[in-house]
Nanobody, 111 residues
Framework: QVQLVESGGGLVQTGGSLRLSCAASGSINRLNPMNWYRQAPGKQRELVAVITWGGRTNYADSVKGRFTISRENAKNTVYLQMNSLKPEDTAVYYC?????WGQGTQVTVSS
């Protein structure tokens, strides 16, 4: 059993920044990648960013150059630094590893 708890969402103006955190606990397989997904109203959930145990990262084209994923293995925590936010980034952001999902945190970007 793995528990993932996201935090850091909120309301921000266009061009602003937010930092999301995902704290993992339980029977974590640290060798597995950690992922951030998002789901906007009426849209499918989409993969935003991935980070491997060794720190390799990958991003959706829509967030490249604006978002940065990082992990602190000693704390079992993954972060998503989001800069230059746009209204189209508005969504519920979810942390994921293997089959486990967090409850999500709402990010709203006002124009």
């Amino acid at each position: 059993q793995v528990q993932l708890v996201e935090s850091g969402g909120g309301l921000v103006q266009t061009g602003g920044s937010l930092r999301l955190s995902c704290a993992a606990s339980g029977s974590i397989n640290r060798l597995n990648p950690m992922n951030w997904y998002r789901q906007a109203p009426g849209k499918q959930r989409e993969l935003v960013a991935v980070i491997t145990w060794g720190g390799r990262t990958n991003y959706a084209d829509s967030v490249k150059g604006r978002f940065t994923i990082s992990r602190e293995n000693a704390k079992n925590t993954v972060y998503l630094q989001m800069n230059s936010l746009k209204p189209e980034d508005t969504a519920v952001y979810y942390c994921n590893t293997e089959v486990w999902w967090g409850q999500g945190t709402q990010v709203t970007v006002s124009s």
